[in-house]
């Protein structure tokens, strides 16, 4: 058979300890005090049926619950004080010690050194999506710059139409009067070109690709 056995730790004690200890070794020299306190930390000398003695949560030692429910665990406010803020430093050491830093473990998943950088898992690339841009189609591409020309100003509710040129543009707060708008229709060979010059043939086939793959997935 086991007996489980726990350490008390002791601390400076609080006043209420203090007061608890002082009607044993009252008018006792340091020596004589001494065999005496020995025997109040083991439990050897108050009552052990008094339900107001306790062990303070704190420093450790016995002390007289004052209270009048009788659900005090500290000795003294001081006590009380101590064992909160020691409570407050284990939550936040175990809380910084769980803690995984998104960002640096993140980035261990992209390789951003080569010519093509790519995420290693699809997971975390998932969570960098929604900071590109949507590519969109040539009419999308054609109603977003009609938009831009009449200042980002909406028809009206009333107005009747088959929903086509609906397009939501970013950033719109507020409406102003502009002149006619001139709708612009940029071709596939201009579009094509822009982008060959500015990032490259294969990267563009990768793209096209990329985007047929996502647009078969929805």
Known sequence: MTTKTTKTTYREPGQGAIDFATQFVVGLTREQAKPIIEQLLAGNLHDKTDKRIKRCEYCGYYYRDKTRPNNSRTCSRECKIARDTLKRARKNADKALLK??????????????????????????????HNHETPCTDDKLAQIDAAKQRGYKRKATNTPTDGSDKVYVRGLRYKHSYGEVQTSFIPREEIDEYFINKYGAYKLRMERRRAEQFSCSK
């Open 100 to 129: 995984q830093d998104f960002e640096k473990e993140l980035y261990t998943y992209y390789a951003r050194h080569l010519e093509y950088p790519f995420y290693l898992s699809e997971h975390y690339m998932l969570k960098r999506a």
